[in-house]
């Protein structure tokens, strides 16, 4: 696959967002290349998902907020940038019932612009489902992570799995089943359970199935993971200071982690 750098992802979709603020809004309409409604779907209290197909070639974003003027962007899942025609465009770190407007918009290979009608969707309230206590794996909490199996580029480095952002992520290159992350606590902890959210590319980068390993060689799982629309939890007892989550099946490609988590009761 030929990828673009991470920091050339980063300037075309800055370019983008201030062409859409900054710029009268002269596009085709994308709906006469898109093939079936557009709407968002796997709508959490913190994430939606935009899966969409285009009948030509666009490399395709999405802005949104809570007005028209947006000020958030969102890339397409496909980390090489390029025009394509099957997207998966994942909004992340959004509040709980709250409504958001938002516009996709894409460019083909001859430099036509398109662009959706303003569209807009709710977030659900937060499910307020019992808690397995504090995760003291963030850098907040004093975590470092402390191994790797490798690093897609700065943009995508381990240090996201814990910045406590949902809108960055850890990827892999290429590790698929292989790769592994490894968070060092501040302090040992009495842990209640662990937690991840596994980034995707659509049909391949997704976690399915992990496990976790403390530095005494104690595994916790594995665990299921249901899909890559948010966060999921897992009750487990131990103890420890170091902990791997080591991926056991996945759909392969650059697997890594929007989030991960370490429950204790206490900090």
């Not at 968002?40 to 003027?69: I, Y």
């Not at 659900?124 to 504090?134: I, N, T």
């Not at 606590?185 to 496990?211: C, H, K, N, Y």
Request: hydrophobic share 40%; aromatic share 8%.
């Amino acid at each position: 696959m030929n990828h673009l750098a991470p920091r050339a992802l980063v300037l075309s979709a800055a370019l983008l967002l201030a062409f859409a603020a900054a710029q009268p809004l002269v596009s085709l309409p994308i709906e006469d290349v898109v093939g079936g409604p557009i709407a968002m779907s796997e709508v959490t209290p913190t994430s939606a998902t935009l899966l969409v197909s285009t009948h030509v070639d666009l490399a395709c974003v999405v802005v949104f907020g809570t007005d028209d003027g947006f000020g958030q962007l969102a890339l397409d899942a496909d980390m090489g940038g390029g025009a394509h025609r099957d997207h998966r465009v994942s909004l992340r770190g959004l509040q709980p019932d709250t409504e958001y407007l938002y516009r996709l918009q894409g460019s083909d290979p001859e430099g036509n612009f398109y662009a959706s009608e303003v569209l807009r969707f709710r977030t659900p309230p937060a499910d307020g489902g019992p808690s397995l206590g504090v995760d003291v794996a963030t850098t907040a909490a004093g975590a470092v992570i402390v191994a790797a199996s490798s690093e897609f580029g700065a943009a995508y480095a381990a240090s996201k799995a814990i910045d406590g952002d949902a809108r960055s992520e850890w990827s892999s290159r290429g590790d698929g089943d292989a790769a592994f992350i490894t968070v060092r606590l501040r302090e040992p902890a009495d842990v209640t359970g662990f937690g991840l959210w596994t980034r995707t590319m659509g049909s391949s980068a997704q976690i399915e199935r992990f496990e976790v390993v403390n530095e005494h060689g104690e595994v916790f799982g594995p665990f299921d993971l249901p899909d890559a629309a948010a966060g999921y939890d897992f009750a487990a007892t131990g103890r420890g200071q170091e902990f791997t989550f080591r991926v056991v099946g996945s759909s392969g490609g650059n697997t890594g982690v929007v989030e991960l988590a370490v429950y204790t009761r206490s900090r």
